[in-house]
Every structure is written in structure tokens, then in C-alpha cells.
């Protein structure tokens, strides 16, 4: 450190010094002490490492310039950092921003229940304790025909808690071709050595035959795991057991059959022009054991990881110590409910739940709200902005319906003057962020997954761009 840095260093405004001018400023007014002192701490702390790094062109910020920059500070404090934002994307249930979008009704019952108390474990017929579970597991019940029912706080939870319960110290049979990775680089095979159950892979990538499955089993064998591949598909010279043949194996050998169906999906999607994906009651139909999957994927509801089957196994994956440490809160059980309750009819549940909504409105319906869009676009653009409507594809996203393509209209955005990476830059930094995706340096607003209330923040980001 030479001289200068030191004589630098001394300079630094003093805590005191700044939360005195800080009391001038009203700010003690509105924030705790201990805050505002941190907040000091921060900044001179900063100021201290652009000084020893060589970054600070040999002046130091006044004591009104630091007190301004602790407010801005307070200011990122106080805002919330969990943000809504738009998602222009084209990927419907975005993993990174959330996946699937609560319904009305969903969202009016969280601020009923979460409001004030409920009867979330209290039985208002008998007048005594209850469980949490029935909010839910009767609709579970009747909407899939399952036995039982339970929720826990996400699918991997669900796989992770049901081997425990059936398989610990105990093999448990499951294809090569389904050893599956879900998000944030967490394997199958990992979640099931957590559980304590023993994996034994049958088969090879793409090709796994029945007699796999029966050559595997000995008298160590817990259950038989079929995972559906939610997340991906494995074309060409391929092969694999169906659910129906394990659960025929399974029973006439006295093992439970396991079905980790991932996505969940409780609407009848080809009436849509979509690829078919097995309903939850589809699969219960084959007499698996017990069946997993999300809440907050294809069913369009909160995250939740869903156990439906034998009422047997249920009560025991029930009595599970994990199940205390997985267990969903009251929020999640409102949402999740109230979710559920539109798939009574299911003509009402495509509209109503916002996911399924977008995987299902029809082309022309999404060109004619891309239209709508282009139309204020252009009204707020200049002549260094280029705005176009191209033709293009949807996914579902969040591990679900993979490979399937699902036709669209984008608004396409190029500037003169910036490059595409500033475009987007200057959408994602407004009050509302817009989230787009960049392509042969274009910018493209997604209008199946943009809804007309957004269009006005989308203006706004413009707007932004042009200055």
C-alpha cells in the first residue's frame, strides 16, 4: 500500500458521519438503526476495497455523496428481490421463472386462507385434531379413482419418501433407459440412494425387455420402478416394457409397481392437436401400485410433489418420519385445492388454468393478440426500430411434452443503433421485466405465452429502448 492509498483510505467518511447526515435525510425515520448502520458498514466497506484495488481515480465520495449511495443501498434492501415478471418466452412452464402461473381461483383462496386461521389440521365435524391431507385427498381420489392420496412439497420429494417407505435396504428394478436427470443436475439414481433403496438397473439405453425385469427379481427386491421419460424421448432402435406388463409381473410376484409420472397430466391434450400424454387416471387405469407426479407442471398448480395408489402403501409412506420433514403448508394446499376443483369439468379447467390455456388456444387466436401487440408496438417505435410478426414454435417446457412443437406467432425486434443483446438488456431491467428470447439477432416476444394485461409494460419497454 503506498502513500496515497493510505492518505485515501483516511478520507473514507466516518459511520457517525454518515449516519448523522443520514438522520438529517428522515431515513431513521423509516428504517431500524441496526439496519442503516450495515448498510454504512457496506458502502464504506466498498469504498475501502475501490481504493485498495485501484479503482477509485484518487478521490473519495463526500459524506453526502456516501450518504446517497447508503440510501440507494437501503433502497435494494428494501425491494422485494422475488419479482412477477413477463414471461415472452414461448417456454410455458419456464422452470427459471416459476412454471405453471396460479389460476384465479387458486390465488383468491391463498389470500382467504393464508389471511387469517383455517381449520388446516382441525376436523370441524368431530370438534378435534385432523390431518392436513383430506383438504385434497378426496378430490385426489376422485378425480384420478385412486385409493389414496398425498402431497408433499415436490416430485422428487414424492420418489424420494414412497422408496423409503417400500424399499429401503431393498432393490428396487428400474430400465437403464429411464435413470433420468430433473433440474439443477439432480439424478434419479442419486435420490434413490438417499432413500436407501438399492438401485438395480435392468436392460440398456434403448432397448429393455421383459425378461430383464424377471431375470432381476430375487427375494431382496422391494419394488419395480418405471419412470415415464416426461423430459425426453429416445428415438430409433428402441424398445420398453409397458406400465400394464411390469404391473402384471409385479402382481404375480407379490412386488408394488412404482410409476414416477413426472409431469402429471389430467387433461386429455390430443383433443388439442398435442402429442398424447398419459392422464394420471390413464396410468392408475394399468393397476400400478402407486403413481407420482408434480403439482405445478401439466396440472398447472402450485409446486407440489402428488402420491396417488394402494391405500396400503399409502398409510405406510404416511407414517414415514420423512413425510414430517416434507410435508406442504397451508398456501400450498389452498392452491393446490382450489386448482384441483376446476378439473370437475374439464371444459372449465382448459380455460381456467393458465397453463393449459396456452398449451391449447388455437394458432389464429395467438396471431390475432400478436397483432394487437405489433399494432402499440409500432405506434411507440422510431425509425432505428425494426418490429415484424414471424411464424414460429412453442414448447411446453418444465419436463414436460418433450419434443413437442407448438405452432405460434412472434413479434420480432431489431435496432439500427443497438445490438441484441442491449435490446433485451433494457426489457429485462424494467419494473416489470420482460423476459424474451434472442435468435439470429432477433429479439422475439413470444405471444403464447404474453397476455393482453402485459402488453402495456412491453410498451413501456420500448419506449425505454428508443431513448
Request: hydrophobic share 40%; aromatic share 4%; glycine share 8%.
Amino acid at each position: 500500500m503506498d502513500e496515497k492509498q493510505k492518505e485515501l483510505l483516511r478520507k473514507i467518511p466516518k459511520i457517525d458521519e454518515l449516519t448523522a447526515a443520514l438522520k438529517k435525510r428522515g431515513v431513521f425515520e423509516e428504517i431500524s438503526a441496526d439496519v442503516i448502520k450495515s448498510a454504512c458498514r457496506h458502502v464504506a466497506g466498498q469504498i475501502r476495497q475501490s481504493i485498495l484495488e485501484g479503482r477509485s481515480d484518487n478521490r473519495v465520495p463526500s459524506v453526502d455523496r456516501a450518504a446517497e449511495l447508503v440510501q440507494e443501498e437501503l433502497g435494494r434492501v428494501r425491494e422485494f428481490h422475488l419479482r412477477p415478471v413477463i414471461n415472452a418466452t414461448g417456454i410455458i412452464l419456464h422452470t427459471n421463472l416459476g412454471r405453471a402461473p396460479l389460476c384465479k381461483e387458486a390465488l383468491d383462496q391463498l389470500a382467504v386462507v393464508g389471511g387469517g386461521y383455517s381449520n388446516l389440521e382441525f376436523d370441524l365435524v368431530q370438534g378435534k385434531r385432523g390431518s392436513r391431507y383430506e383438504h385434497v385427498c378426496k378430490i385426489l381420489r376422485e378425480l384420478t379413482g385412486a385409493e389414496d392420496a398425498l402431497v408433499v412439497n415436490n416430485n422428487a420429494a414424492a420418489v424420494l419418501v414412497t422408496l423409503n417407505s417400500l424399499a429401503e435396504k431393498k432393490e428396487a428394478v428400474v430400465s437403464r433407459g429411464e435413470l433420468i436427470e430433473i433440474g439443477g443436475e439432480f439424478r434419479l439414481p442419486e435420490i434413490m440412494e438417499k432413500s436407501g433403496a438399492i438401485l438395480h438397473e435392468v436392460g440398456t439405453t434403448n432397448k429393455t425387455h421383459f425378461s430383464d425385469y424377471e431375470a432381476a427379481i430375487n427375494e431382496n427386491t422391494g419394488l419395480l420402478l418405471k419412470v415415464h421419460t416426461s423430459n425426453y424421448r429416445i428415438v430409433g432402435f428402441t424398445g420398453e416394457v409397458s406400465l400394464s406388463e411390469l404391473v402384471s409381473l409385479g402382481r404375480n410376484r407379490g412386488i408394488p409397481v412404482v410409476n414416477d409420472l413426472g409431469s402429471g397430466c389430467f387433461a386429455e391434450l390430443d383433443r388439442f392437436g398435442l402429442k398424447r400424454e398419459p392422464t394420471v387416471r390413464d396410468v392408475l387405469a394399468t393397476g400400478v401400485d402407486i403413481v407420482t407426479f408434480s403439482g405445478d407442471k401439466l396440472l398447472g398448480g402450485p409446486q407440489a410433489g402428488i402420491i396417488v395408489g394402494r391405500r396400503d402403501l399409502l398409510q405406510k409412506i404416511k407414517r414415514n418420519p420423512f413425510n414430517r420433514a416434507l410435508r406442504i403448508d397451508k398456501l400450498t394446499i389452498a392452491a393446490l385445492e382450489a386448482t384441483l376443483k376446476l378439473y370437475l369439468n374439464p371444459e372449465k379447467a382448459v380455460k381456467r388454468i393458465r397453463a393449459l390455456r396456452a398449451l391449447t388456444e388455437p394458432a389464429n387466436l395467438v396471431e390475432k393478440r400478436a397483432k394487437k401487440l405489433l399494432r402499440i408496438l409500432k405506434k411507440a417505435g422510431n425509425d432505428s426500430i425494426s418490429i415484424f410478426l414471424k411464424k414460429g414454435y412453442s414448447m411446453a417446457g418444465g419436463g414436460s411434452l418433450p419434443a413437442q412443437k407448438i405452432p405460434t406467432v412472434l413479434i420480432a425486434v431489431r435496432s439500427s443503433l443497438l445490438s441484441v443483446n442491449q435490446i433485451e438488456a433494457c426489457w429485462r431491467r424494467l419494473d416489470i421485466p420482460v423476459i424474451a428470447r434472442i435468435y439470429e439477432d432477433e429479439l422475439l416476444l413470444d405471444l403464447r405465452t404474453i397476455e393482453e394485461e402485459d402488453f402495456d409494460a412491453i410498451r413501456k419497454g420500448l419506449l425505454e429502448i428508443c431513448r
